[in-house]
């Protein structure tokens, strides 16, 4: 294992930074700024069906009252009339697809241990500044639109960041063990469960501080523009305040050394993986970015070949699994909330609370669920596969609702519901969270992390456009945003057989045989000067 000192330092620097982020994430993505956007556009919108009289001028339903019982609000971008609700869908919308354009062009930079670092940090600056421009940007202001452009580059600074974060995640469960235990799958499974479980619940922790401290101020305006942006600006500031401790703490690129693998190396030498006689007479081409970017669009290519998927058979449905639950589960949470707002009409406090149970709840199941799979003897799978069964039964509920009569107090019709509801999916989506990252590193050709863990996260964001666009279209479409978790369902459901089918043995051993043979597909081997990384200075290999 690494020294004690060096591992502590890049395991708290690590921490540092997830501590730091995800506070943007609890308390802005998937809390206020999903509130604020719709503010946003409601401040600008008219009611239907005459479309002149602002939406600011109606009186405030009372809380609980259902979808029936007021006017629809409506807003025109450019040529279209939109829910106001939809504007903030439609804009994440975009910036999830813009992230997956961006962290395809960067994987194989991120590979790199010299630019890992610079290329963390840098996302993290364009990410929490752009939540800090919220303080400046009232919704009054004829260019209130620009509200969409700050959070699509806040959104696309938080997760490029948490790609290259991701990548140090196998490099530190290794140094967290003796270097006897390196090749015992069990116990590296297990220390990347282990990070992986601390970093979520932390980083839950550090949401809930700020989300109660910016509960008083928010209560106080009544839930105004003002106040929301003030929550989202703080969450920035939050954001870069405490990225400062883990700039100085994770190792940069004297901290470690490139050790490249096989595929890579032959990558870089522009050979067939049967070719290696050959290597010593063909010298590297020149690294730049420029290379790096053409080149990692070359590899997704190559990646997808129907021959590579064969050989990592188990990663790619891991994948495939992973397209459908990471875009059911994040367009939850944001439906959930606009849902609680638009159609439940619950107060800016009550949003505030429901945001605080999921991540306190989630806290608990990201430590909780650990004891459970040691106690019950459970796979890392099982676990995924039993918490996502149980979160489907939220968006289940809500549907259940389109049955109930008017008046009714089941189905989601009630606030008190949604309370309930957001701690139940705390529980268990910080579990899922924890194991859903931890189980893919252990199915991934080692010395190619930045590079899978890059096509992790463009999994996710492929698929995570799509959930808020169809959420926004059916809004528009039926005026009842409840119609969505017929939808939801669907998603969660359709993923588990897909999920419950990964080998993760054969995968493991799978990823191991492609690290050591390499791709073999020509077009792809070019420049690449990624690998895996050791720490220098006489450390141990990770």
């Known amino acids: 294992m690494t020294t004690s000192s060096s ?40 009611l239907l069906p005459d479309k002149t009289t602002p939406c600011s001028t109606l009186p405030a339903l009372p809380v609980g009252a259902t979808e029936e019982d007021g006017p629809r609000c409506v807003v025109k971008l450019g040529w279209a009339w939109i829910d106001t609700a939809s504007f903030s869908l439609y804009t994440y919308s975009i ?115 700020l989300l ?45 050394e490139e050790v490249p693998n096989a595929s890579i190396m032959e990558e870089r030498e522009g050979l067939l993986a049967h070719e290696p006689s050959q290597a010593a007479s063909i010298a590297p081409a020149k690294w730049s970015v420029q290379r790096e970017v053409v080149d990692a669009w070359r590899r997704l290519g190559s990646m997808f070949r129907w021959k590579n998927i064969r050989r990592l058979r188990n990663t790619f449905r891991y994948l495939a699994a992973w397209f459908l639950l990471s875009d059911g589960f994040t367009t939850l949470t944001s439906t959930a909330l606009l849902f609680g707002k638009t159609t439940l009409h619950m107060t800016p406090s009550q949003l505030i609370l429901v945001g605080v149970l999921a991540p306190s709840t989630g806290i608990l199941g990201a430590l909780l669920w650990p004891v459970v799979q040691r106690h019950f003897g459970l796979s890392s799978l099982r676990v995924l596969v039993l918490t996502v069964i149980a979160v489907s039964v939220v968006p289940l509920y809500g549907a259940i609702g389109l049955l109930a009569p008017r008046g009714a107090r089941w189905g989601l019709r009630v606030p008190e519901e949604l309370f309930v509801l957001a701690a139940y999916f705390g529980i268990m989506f910080g579990g ?86 390499g791709d073999d597909d020509p077009s792809s081997r070019h420049g690449t000067d990624g690998g895996a990384v050791i720490p220098v200075n006489g450390h141990q290999h990770s």
């Open 7 to 46: 591992y502590k330092r890049e395991l708290s620097g690590w921490l540092s930074y997830a501590f730091a982020s995800e506070v943007f994430a609890i308390v802005s993505l998937t809390l206020f700024l999903p509130i604020c956007l719709e503010q946003f556009a409601h401040d600008n919108g008219f």
């Open 95 to 209: 910036s999830v697809a813009i992230q997956a354009l961006t962290v395809i062009s960067m994987g194989g930079i991120a590979d790199r241990a010299s630019y890992r670092k610079p290329l963390l940090f840098g996302f993290a600056a364009l990410g929490s500044v752009s939540a800090l421009c919220f303080f400046l940007l009232p919704s009054s202001s004829p260019l209130w639109p620009l509200s969409s452009i700050l959070a699509i580059l806040a959104n696309l600074g938080f997760g490029a960041s948490l790609v290259v974060l991701n990548t140090y995640l196998p490099r530190l469960a290794a140094s967290s063990l003796p270097s006897s235990d390196h090749n015992d799958a069990e116990k590296l499974s297990r220390a990347n469960a282990r990070i992986s479980s601390l970093g979520i619940a932390l980083g839950y922790a550090a949401g809930i501080l």
């Open 212 to 256: 109660l401290i910016t509960l008083v101020p928010v209560q106080r305006a009544g839930g105004s523009t003002y106040a929301l942006r003030f929550a989202i600006g703080g969450s920035g500031a939050w954001w870069a305040l405490f990225s400062i401790p883990a700039l100085l703490l994770l190792p940069g690129a004297s901290g470690v």
């Open 432 to 517: 899922f969270q924890s194991y859903a990252r931890a189980l893919y590193a252990e199915i991934i050709p080692p010395g190619e992390e930045a590079r899978w863990y890059g096509l992790y996260s463009i999994t996710d964001k492929s698929s995570s456009f799509i959930g808020p666009l169809v959420v926004g279209l059916v809004a528009d479409l039926t005026g009842n945003i409840r119609y969505s978790f017929l939808f939801l369902v669907f998603m969660l459901w359709a993923a588990l057989p897909v999920l419950a089918g990964v080998d993760v043995e054969s995968g493991r051993a799978d990823a191991q045989a492609w690290s050591s043979d």
